[in-house]
């Protein structure tokens, strides 16, 4: 996509996107990292479905991010780490949980873990924390980049379906009053389905989304 036909789609939308793409990677990462580090809200293809990623350590972007989805307040958030050693900052993890967890992440499973207490209020994970590292090379740079932990709840509205077509993305927040800053435009995503989310804050794992 040329200059001309990107500021046409941004004009035309009236919300900020940035179509991903191999050729200009590496200034796609840096944008989404400013707009993150700046306490702003992105829209971001993950190896799921799109996401809507905050800083999970700043109230207000995590208040943003409630905002947008309209999202029931103190509902927990999942969240985006990019090793096992931030999670282990976030949640309790015994020698048993942390060999599980290196046979499913990076990947689409999110883990229920005992909470640390250690992220805002806000995100709703004060006793219990939803954690993953998702295994999509823009997110993981991203991760890599900014080195704290970031939301991971799905991009769309509460209690609607999870959105994997940036068009989808664009008809749903671009015309709400509380909307992400940028959209991160990766089309259509191959892979469909919300993670699978696992407890295993007892001896035996429990599945409690497929």
Avoid at 80 to 107: C, E, N, R, T
Wanted: hydrophobic share 40%; glycine share 6%.
């Amino acid at each position: 996509m040329s200059f001309f036909l990107l500021v046409e789609k941004l004009i035309y939308y009236g919300m900020k996107v940035i179509v991903l793409s191999k050729k200009s990677f590496k200034k796609e990462v840096k944008i989404a990292l400013d707009v993150l580090q700046n306490g702003g809200v992105i829209v971001c293809p993950t190896d799921t479905v799109y996401g809507l990623l905050a800083n999970a350590t700043n109230r207000k972007a995590v208040q943003k991010v409630f905002l947008i989805k309209g999202r029931e307040k103190g509902k927990p958030l999942p969240i985006f780490v990019k090793d096992i050693v931030m999670a282990k900052i976030l949640a309790k993890v015994s020698l048993l949980q942390g060999k599980y967890m290196k046979k499913v992440w990076p990947g689409k499973t999110t883990l229920i873990l005992k909470s640390k207490g250690v992220l805002p209020k806000e995100t709703g994970t004060k006793e219990f924390i939803g954690i993953r590292i998702p295994k999509h090379k823009f997110i993981q740079a991203i991760l890599k980049e900014i080195d704290i932990p970031l939301t991971g709840t799905s991009a769309n509205l509460a209690r609607k379906p999870s959105l994997a077509d940036s068009k989808d993305i664009i008809e749903v927040f671009d015309r709400r009053k509380h909307k992400p800053d940028i959209v991160i435009d990766a089309g259509k995503l191959p892979y469909p389905r919300p993670s699978k989310v696992i407890d295993i804050t007892k001896t035996k794992p429990k599945v409690l989304r497929k």
